[in-house]
């Protein structure tokens, strides 16, 4: 099993910065790929960001390209979301997630274990 504690979440203003952390315990994620998703109330669920398990390859949604960055150390089997230049449409719960693979996914049915989540609240 693996437990994934997000943090880092909170209210910010538009315009600004915050940086999620998703620590994991239970078993390493070094070989696998880490994905970030968030859920806005009354939305379905949306692909944020993914990194590879060796940091190589990233992927974005469109809308976050260019203002968020995703990345992780291994050693501390965490995994980081960097988020700049926030819009109110950012506002979300965001998820962690650890892939069934190396690669990295914007598929939710790809991830097998997710985070509780944490509250992200932009306003304009």
């Known amino acids: 099993q693996v437990q994934l504690v997000e943090s880092g979440g909170g209210l910010v203003q538009a315009g600004g910065s915050l940086r999620l952390s998703c620590a994991a315990s239970g078993r390493t994620i070094s070989t696998y790929a880490m994905g970030w998703f968030r859920q806005a109330p009354g939305k379905e669920r949306e692909f944020v960001a993914a990194?590879?398990?060796?940091?190589?390859?990233?992927s974005y949604a469109d809308s976050v390209k260019g203002r968020f960055t995703i990345s992780r150390d291994n050693v501390k089997n965490t995994v980081y979301l960097q988020m700049n230049s926030l819009k109110p449409e950012d506002t979300a719960v965001y998820y962690c997630a650890r892939a069934r693979i190396g690669t990295p996914s914007g598929v939710p049915n790809d991830y097998a274990y997710w985070g509780q989540g944490t509250q992200v609240t932009v306003s304009s």
């Open positions: 990194i590879s398990w060796s940091a190589l390859t990233t």
